[in-house]
T-cell receptor, first 117, second 110 residues
């Protein structure tokens, strides 16, 4: 089965530093997501991206966060100035079309564990 | 999204069927029931979804009651690798993304 690939699997950074988390969605997919999961907590939606623009974003996704699809295959999440509370597992996901969820499933990557010291 | 209620945890013996219930009494007519699972800190994995008919695939079966107010995910022959958190999700009909709750921690015992 096709896979969503995320790199790196672990990232350690100092508070205040910028980080970029990378994802390669499934090649024919059009709709992309970032979710995060703080240790012991729920999986939380951050942002969705379709047709080269943000489709929806949550309250968590503030001005410190940005997303980009720089080259038609990669999908990145940038955190401009990391805080301790940004420590979490970040999951990228994709699905085939840009319509509503009906009949579709989300494919998730295996995640990037971000640790902010 | 329609609110869903799942037990916090369940155990199942290896090789037996695991039946995971979910209540979604406020579900609307055009809303689907989705099941995902998350094996320890991995990305969530799609299992199955349905509207009103029972569904079966290579991973599981989904039984939805006639009034659609509840459903049961059935893993017919649970293995140790099925130990995971199982999420029942009912996104609104216009949703383009999923909202995860707390799910059910299923532990398959040897």
């Amino acid at each position: 089965e096709p896979e969503v690939t995320q790199t790196p699997s672990h990232q350690v950074t100092q508070m205040g530093q910028e980080v970029i988390l990378r994802c390669v969605p499934i090649s024919n997919h059009l709709y992309f997501y970032w979710y995060r999961q703080i240790l012991g907590q729920k999986v939380e939606f951050l942002v969705s991206f379709y047709n080269n623009e943000i489709s929806e974003k949550s309250e968590i996704f503030d001005d410190q966060f940005s997303v980009e699809r720089p080259d038609g295959s990669n999908f990145t999440l940038k955190i401009r100035s990391t805080k301790l509370e940004d420590s979490a597992m970040y999951f990228c996901a994709s699905r085939e079309t840009g319509g509503f969820l009906i009949y579709e499933k989300l494919f998730f990557g295996s995640g990037t564990q971000l640790s902010v010291l | 999204d329609a609110k869903t209620t799942q037990p916090t945890s369940m155990d199942c013996a290896e090789g037996r069927a695991a039946n995971l219930p979910c209540n979604h009494s406020t579900i609307s007519g055009n809303e689907y029931v989705y099941w995902y699972r998350q094996i320890h800190s991995q990305g969530p994995q799609y299992i199955i979804h349905g509207l009103k008919n029972n569904e079966t695939n290579e991973m599981a079966s989904l039984i939805i009651t006639e009034d659609r107010k509840s459903s049961t995910l059935i893993l017919p022959h649970a293995t140790l690798r099925d130990t995971a958190v199982y999420y029942c999700i009912v996104p609104s009909g216009s949703a383009r993304q999923l909202t995860f709750g707390s799910g059910t921690q299923l532990t398959v015992l040897p």
